[in-house]
C-alpha cells in the first residue's frame, strides 16, 4: 500500500479549502454543461429539440424533432443524442461533471455522446443490427464514431483543461466549447447513415 502520509497531513491542514474548493466543483460541472447546451443550441437548427438540465441523468438530451413523433415531452425514450458519463477502466465514474468533462481523472471516466434509443439496451438485438448495417456502422466509425464494450455508438467529448480555465478568467467559455462543436460536425455529416439506422431499427425484429 502506498504512503499517503504527506498527502493525508496536507489534506488535514488544508480541509477547509479542500471542502470549499469540491463544492465549488460541482457548480462549476454545472455551468459547463449548460455552456455544453448552449452550443448544442448554437450548433444546430430549428429541426432538432434540445433538452438540458445539469440535475438530471443524464444532463443533456437532444434529438431531431422528427424523431419524435410529435411527443416532444418524450424526449428520453425517443431516439436521441445523450451527453454522459462513459465509466473507465475499472468501471467507476470520478466525483465531479468537472472531471468528467476534463476526461482525465483518477478513476479514467469520460464525458461522450451517445447515440440512443431504449430499442439498443437489448444488446443481443443490438449486435445483430450492427452485423445486418456492418457498411453502415463503418462509415460511421471511419467519420469518427466510437464503439464501447457493449458496441454501443458514441462520440468523445473531452473539452480542454487549459481552455476552459482561460475561458472563466474571460468569462467566455465558447472557445473551450470546440469539442462540442467538433462532435455536432460529425453528427450532421452523419445524418445520412444515422436516419437509415434508425429506419432499419424501426423494423428490425
Request: aromatic share 8%.
Amino acid at each position: 500500500m502506498a504512503d499517503t502520509s504527506e498527502l493525508d497531513a496536507l489534506i488535514v491542514r488544508n480541509i477547509g479549502d479542500v471542502e470549499a474548493a469540491l463544492l465549488r466543483a460541482y457548480d462549476i460541472g454545472d455551468e459547463v454543461v449548460e455552456a455544453i447546451g448552449s452550443a448544442i443550441r448554437l450548433g444546430l437548427d430549428d429541426t432538432w429539440e434540445v433538452a438540458v438540465e445539469v440535475d438530471d441523468n443524464p444532463p443533456i438530451r437532444f434529438s431531431k424533432r422528427a424523431w419524435l413523433d410529435g411527443q416532444p415531452q418524450s424526449l428520453s425514450g425517443a431516439y436521441h443524442f445523450s451527453l454522459s458519463e462513459k465509466n473507465g477502466a475499472g468501471g467507476e465514474t470520478d466525483e465531479t461533471w468537472l472531471m468528467t468533462l476534463l476526461g482525465d481523472g483518477p478513476n479514467g471516466s469520460s464525458a461522450v455522446l451517445y447515440l440512443w434509443s431504449d430499442t439498443f439496451h437489448a444488446k443481443r438485438r443490438w449486435k445483430k443490427l450492427l452485423d445486418d448495417q456492418s457498411d453502415l456502422i463503418d462509415r460511421l466509425l471511419d467519420a469518427g464514431f466510437r464503439q464501447d464494450s457493449d458496441q454501443w455508438l458514441y462520440l468523445p467529448v473531452a473539452i480542454d483543461g487549459e481552455a476552459l480555465a482561460n475561458g472563466f478568467e474571460i468569462g467566455d467559455l465558447s472557445a473551450a466549447m470546440a469539442p462540442v462543436t467538433d462532435a455536432l460536425g460529425i453528427i450532421q455529416s452523419g445524418m445520412p447513415d444515422i436516419e437509415a439506422l434508425i429506419e432499419r431499427n424501426r423494423t428490425f425484429d
